[in-house]
């Protein structure tokens, strides 16, 4: 079992930068692969960025891709999204995902934990 505990998110202008982590339990986490995933209201659940297992590839949705950086530290079992030049489009519940094995993917239902997302809200 792992439990994943977002934070980092919070209200910025247009232009700024955020950086959200996600800790998470268990001893496994170094074998999972790890997502970050949006929910904006009235929209569904969409992918964000994806990290292998040992961090070397990457995976971004298109509407963030050159903004936005994911990246792990396994020995403090933590995932980062390093978030810059922010939009009002932006504007969502961010959740971390683990998947139980190491390569990345990009829909929420290859994902088996789930935090329980913090809010990222961008002003105009």
């Known amino acids: 079992q792992v439990q994943l505990v977002e934070s980092g998110g919070g209200l910025v202008q247009a232009g700024g930068s955020l950086r959200l982590s996600c800790a998470a339990s268990g001893r496994t986490f170094s074998n999972y692969a790890m997502g970050w995933f949006r929910q904006a209201p009235g929209k569904e659940r969409g992918f964000v960025a994806t990290?292998?297992?040992?961090?070397?590839?990457?995976s971004y949705a298109d509407s963030v891709k050159g903004r936005f950086t994911i990246s792990r530290d396994n020995a403090k079992n933590t995932v980062s999204l390093q978030m810059n030049s922010l939009k009002p489009e932006d504007t969502a519940v961010y959740y971390c995902a683990a998947r139980r094995v190491s390569t990345t993917a990009t829909m929420v239902s290859g994902y088996d934990y789930w935090g329980q997302g913090t809010q990222v809200t961008v002003s105009s």
């Open positions: 990290i292998s297992w040992s961090g070397v590839i990457t």
